[in-house]
Each structure stands twice: as structure tokens, then as C-alpha cells.
């Protein structure tokens, strides 16, 4: 049973912003599905604020006469501040209600966008507080047409290092640094 709150739909205050968005094109019919559609980079973690500039971007891409609506976001509860269930889109056009799922369950960093007609869309979400070059490294390898690496791999340079040390007791971060400028992502996309 749904209580009052969760049948609330939540609308931002704001208008939509400009998503940080890198989407890989347009696969011809009947081609085979990439691991990731893309990668996007907001700039907080507050879903009302971000997701609605993403959910109107992600309805225009693809086939011009194939422009469904995105009815059904599903996020990973540990990304995000807020877990609102449903939120309003003001479009040029329209306005709808989006829902919105929270899981537990899903990867680090991916959202899932389901258009009214089932297709879907898999992104990688880089934090928001990634630096720049980070992000758009990862951005454009998730949007990569051969890219084979799911989202806690893409994710992986973007965290800090995990504490290893020398005998001396120094930080060794030569090996992170490398990796976080994306050299080993680089290297295993290179292969494939």
C-alpha cells in the first residue's frame, strides 16, 4: 500500500539544465546491444534537480520518428540524496509524470531510462564531485561503440586510492594516477 508521500509527484522548481550527456550514436535495427548507451555527469545529487534535463535529452535521441516518451527511471539509492517516486518532466511540448524506482541491487553509478514503448537506455552516472578530466574520459569511454565495461569498472579510477602503501609508509599513487587519467580503461578498450 502506497502511502500519501509516495504517491506525491514532485516537481522541481527550476527549469531543466543542460545535461552533461555523451551518448554513443545510433546503432542501424537489429544490431547488437552494447553494455552501456552512454554516460552522463550531473552536477549534484539532488535527482530533482538533474533528472529532468536528462529525461528530455534522452527522449530526442534516437530515430527522429521514434521519439517515445521516457515513462520509468530506475537509480541506485546510494547516488542520490533524495528518493522521490514520481517527478514531474515540463517539456516544450508537455508535461508527464516519470516514475521513479530506487534500488539497492543495482551496480554503482548506472541508471536505467525506459521509453513508453520498452526500449531502454543503460548510462553510466560519473559523480558529480568527479573532476573534469576524469569525468569526460569515462564519459567518453561508457559512450564508446566498442566499449565492453560495465559501470563499477568505468567507475573504478574515479575513486581514491585504496591506502596502499610503501615500506617507507608513502602513499604509492603513481599506478592510481595513471589509472585515473584513464591509461588502464584506454588499454582494455584498445584490446577489444
Known amino acids: 500500500m502506497w502511502t500519501t508521500t509516495e504517491r506525491r509527484t514532485t516537481i522541481s522548481l527550476s527549469p531543466p539544465s543542460t545535461p552533461r550527456l555523451r ?3 545510433v546503432a542501424p535495427p537489429g ?5 552501456l548507451d552512454g554516460a552522463w555527469w550531473p552536477r549534484s545529487t539532488d535527482p530533482v534537480a538533474e533528472l529532468p534535463g536528462l529525461i528530455l535529452a534522452l527522449q530526442d535521441h534516437g530515430p527522429i520518428d521514434d521519439h517515445r516518451p ?6 541506485r539509492v546510494d547516488d542520490w540524496d533524495d528518493r522521490p517516486r514520481r517527478l514531474r518532466i515540463d517539456g516544450p511540448d508537455d508535461a508527464r509524470v516519470v516514475r521513479l524506482s530506487w534500488f539497492d541491487s543495482l551496480p554503482p553509478g548506472l541508471l536505467t531510462a525506459i521509453h513508453a514503448d520498452g526500449r531502454r537506455v543503460d548510462l553510466l552516472t560519473v559523480p558529480a ?5 576524469e ?6 569511454l561508457a559512450s564508446h561503440p566498442a566499449n565492453h ?6 567507475l573504478a579510477p574515479l575513486t581514491p586510492p ?6 617507507a609508509g608513502i602513499r604509492d599513487e603513481s599506478e592510481s594516477a595513471w589509472e585515473s587519467e584513464g591509461g588502464r580503461l584506454r588499454e582494455d578498450l584498445a584490446a577489444h
Request: charged fraction near 20%.
Open 162 to 167: 585504496s591506502g596502499r602503501t610503501n615500506r
Open 23 to 25: 551518448l554513443r550514436p
Open 31 to 35: 544490431s547488437a546491444r552494447t553494455v
Open 129 to 133: 564531485s568527479t573532476s573534469r578530466a
Open 70 to 75: 521516457i515513462t520509468h527511471v530506475l537509480l
Open 135 to 140: 569525468a569526460e574520459a569515462a564519459m567518453e
Open 149 to 154: 565495461l560495465h559501470t563499477p569498472d568505468l
